[in-house]
């Protein structure tokens, strides 16, 4: 079964200053990974996904990540962040045989705090 | 696209009473997911479908909880009774086979006191 961990709990970012939220995963083949960020009151929404290829992948807002399968990590990065930020983040894991559209697992997520 | 639209948003009922949560896909989405956020446990996934008809249920707490999904445009999430453990936010998220990850719906948050 796949698992997800996202260490840091809560992160508190200067207005400009880089970000790097980690994530490590576990799963026995390649897997399928998500970020996903939550507003308050709001639901989830979709920021950047990989399956295969190119290691780094970009997504919305100006957000990457990248896939380090040596260390089987997944860890999302802005280089400078806005307060418009601030939010819920959770990485998360799907089976590659169903093409992540089965049981995605969840972190636990990291709340991100900007401050100015 | 309107997304993924849940009903009601918040829901505020007593311990014992039935409760019904609401949720229209994506149109031309064939999974549906149902997912309940706590501070306590995160995102846990309770049921999901594939072209309606349920695939894993395996999250479903209790039998209290019972989910359907009459049509590809359509589910329901019912607990019956509710107890003021089952508060929490329910979300529904919906994905295409031939897109790789979910749309989320805003969530219903629900209180049982």
């Known amino acids: 079964a796949q698992s997800v961990t996202q260490p840091d709990i809560h992160i508190t970012v200067s207005e400009g200053a880089s970000l790097e939220l980690r994530c490590n995963y576990s799963?026995?083949?390649?897997?399928?990974l998500f970020w996903y960020v939550q507003s308050p009151g709001q639901g989830l929404q979709l920021l950047l996904k990989y399956f295969s290829g190119d290691t780094l992948v970009q997504g919305i807002k100006g957000f990457e990540a990248e896939f380090k399968r040596s260390q089987s990590s997944f860890n999302l990065r802005k280089p400078s962040v806005h307060w418009s930020d601030a939010a819920e983040y959770f990485c998360a894991v799907g089976a590659s045989s169903n093409f992540g559209n089965e049981k995605l697992t969840f972190g636990t997520g990291t709340r991100l705090t900007i401050i100015p | 696209d309107a997304g993924v639209i849940q009903s009601p948003r918040h829901e505020v009922t007593e311990m014992g009473q039935e409760v019904t949560l609401r949720c229209k896909p994506i149109?031309?989405?064939?999974?549906l997911f149902w997912y309940r956020q706590t501070m306590m446990r995160g995102l846990e996934l309770l049921i999901y479908?594939?072209?309606?008809?349920?695939?894993?249920d395996s999250g479903m707490p209790e039998d209290r909880f019972s989910a359907k999904m009459p049509n590809a445009s359509f589910s329901t999430l019912k607990i019956q009774p509710s107890e003021p453990r089952d508060s929490a936010v329910y979300f529904c998220?919906?994905?295409?086979?031939?897109?790789?990850?979910?749309?989320f719906g805003s969530g219903t948050r629900l209180t049982v006191v």
């Open positions: 479908f594939n072209n309606n008809v349920p695939i894993d």
């Open positions: 149109s031309g989405h064939d999974y």
């Open positions: 799963y026995g083949a390649t897997p399928y």
């Open positions: 998220a919906s994905s295409s086979s031939s897109w790789y990850g979910y749309t």
